[in-house]
């Protein structure tokens, strides 16, 4: 089994600081692209940011230049610090990442998706 497990996240004040990380373990064979999604009440959820195992990053247009994603392949974990932070942000982020799991049947990429974790932003 795979497991993502966040931390971070919390309360802060408009333009503050804010840094998620989010770590895979169990039967992992490989990693391929890491992410965050985000999802407000009442919203879809949508991409925040992701990463390939190379490096390769894109981002929502409305985080670019205030967010960076990055991650840590020998310790399979994707972090995200976010600045400049605004009411708008207020969200449960969650973690996703596309897993060659191999304790499963057939032996392929799964996606595998994090508990969530509350983005309080006040104004």
């Known amino acids: 089994q795979v497991q993502l497990v966040e931390s971070g996240g919390g309360l802060v004040q408009a333009g503050g600081s804010l840094s998620l990380s989010c770590a895979a373990s169990?039967?992992?064979?490989?990693?391929?692209?890491m992410g965050w999604y985000r999802q407000a009440p009442g919203k879809q959820r949508e991409l925040v940011a992701r990463?390939?195992?190379?490096?390769?990053?894109n981002y929502a247009v409305s985080v670019k230049d205030r967010f960076t994603i990055s991650r840590d392949n020998a310790k399979n974990t994707v972090y995200l610090q976010m600045n400049s932070l605004k009411p708008e942000d207020n969200a449960v982020y969650y973690c996703?990442?596309?897993?060659?799991?191999?304790?499963?049947?057939?032996?392929?990429?799964?996606?595998?998706w994090g508990q969530g974790t509350q983005v309080t932003v006040s104004s």
């Open positions: 996703n990442a596309d897993i060659r799991d191999y304790s499963r049947t057939p032996f392929l990429t799964y996606d595998y």
């Open positions: 169990g039967s992992i064979f490989s990693i391929n692209t």
């Open positions: 990463i390939t195992s190379g490096g390769t990053t």
